[in-house]
């Protein structure tokens, strides 16, 4: 190959948007269907006028062949992919692949049991890195991303508290009866659809299930969503909503207190983001809320250590 005109390495080069047949996902032992995107690149030292393209489709495509058919993991699969893009490209010194996709799994409604199915965004990512020994060593990512329904902690607020001076002074009723009562009864306020996400690397030796990460993310907003609901079903999901009123900013410290509760022998360099958008109703704007950090100070954090005098 001939060499380039101006001797300036680049970073990244390779194949993007790549698309591959429908493959299987392994989640609490059942095959999922998820249809990945991938995007494969390597380095490009200065000497060097181009990269061998067809290489990088053939890697992908050669290693989907090995993995069709069989149960996987999407961060997996980008690192087979990446050690392979290493071997081939001998002059690269790094690759990155990363696959995106979205899960289809099924579940039940709350109430009737009727069977649903519903959607989270899943991404795959691996970096590997050739050490100045001629080995390889490849790191891992994993994220995980799903809708549900948050209350805005605010409104209700006001509205209990408006509702109790009305029915006080307008109704005559006994200022401890209405707050007896109001306690138990669902309070009007705006909801949310709202975003949650995890990513985070994933050391040697471990494996992280994606559909227990959106369990994680579901459990720190007020609800989940479903696609199929009947009234009964309906009627719970808005009230589990209305009892667990939260901002986005209360999802994620939900987030990080579940994840740290679920993962407790994670090593505590692995660094982690949650990620948390709620799509307002009430403003023209949407809100977000996002944490990075390593696990060691989460830990102390959560066990009041990093703020103890």
Request: net charge positive.
């Amino acid at each position: 190959m001939k060499k380039p005109e101006i001797a300036v390495s680049l970073t990244e080069v390779g194949v993007t948007n790549l698309k591959m047949p429908i493959v299987f996902n392994l989640f609490e032992d059942k095959q999922v269907v998820v249809v990945p995107v991938f995007e494969a690149l390597i380095d490009l030292p200065p000497h060097r006028k181009g990269i061998h393209a067809s290489r990088s489709y053939e890697v992908v495509a050669e290693v989907f062949n090995e993995f069709a058919g069989k149960a996987y993991k999407l961060e997996d699969l980008c690192a087979d992919i990446a050690r392979q893009l290493l071997e081939r490209h001998e002059y690269a010194s790094r690759a990155l692949v990363k696959a995106n996709g979205e899960v289809i799994f099924s579940k039940e409604t709350p109430v009737t049991r009727n069977l649903t199915y519903d959607s989270f965004k899943l991404a795959g990512r691996a970096v590997a890195r050739r050490m100045s020994d001629g080995s390889i060593k490849v790191g891992r990512m994993i994220g995980v991303g799903i809708k549900g329904i948050t209350v805005c902690p605010c409104a209700q607020e006001i509205l209990r508290d408006l509702s109790q001076r009305e029915l006080v002074r307008d109704l005559g009723v006994e200022e401890g009866l209405v707050k007896r009562l109001l306690r138990g009864t669902p309070i009007a306020s705006h909801m949310q659809r709202s975003f949650g996400s995890i990513t985070l690397d994933v050391p040697d030796g471990f494996s992280i299930d994606a559909i227990h990460l959106t369990r994680i993310i579901e459990n720190s907003m007020s609800a989940s969503s479903f696609e199929l609901l009947k009234r009964a079903d309906e009627a719970e999901v808005v009230r589990t909503a209305f009892r667990k009123p939260r901002f986005a900013e209360d999802c994620i410290r939900f987030m990080v207190k579940g994840f740290l509760r679920d993962f407790p022998t994670l090593p505590d360099h692995i660094r982690v983001t949650f990620f948390q958008r709620s799509e307002e109703s009430v403003h023209k704007h949407d809100f977000v809320a996002r944490r990075t950090a390593t696990l060691t100070q989460l830990r102390r954090e959560v066990s009041g250590k990093a703020y103890a005098p």
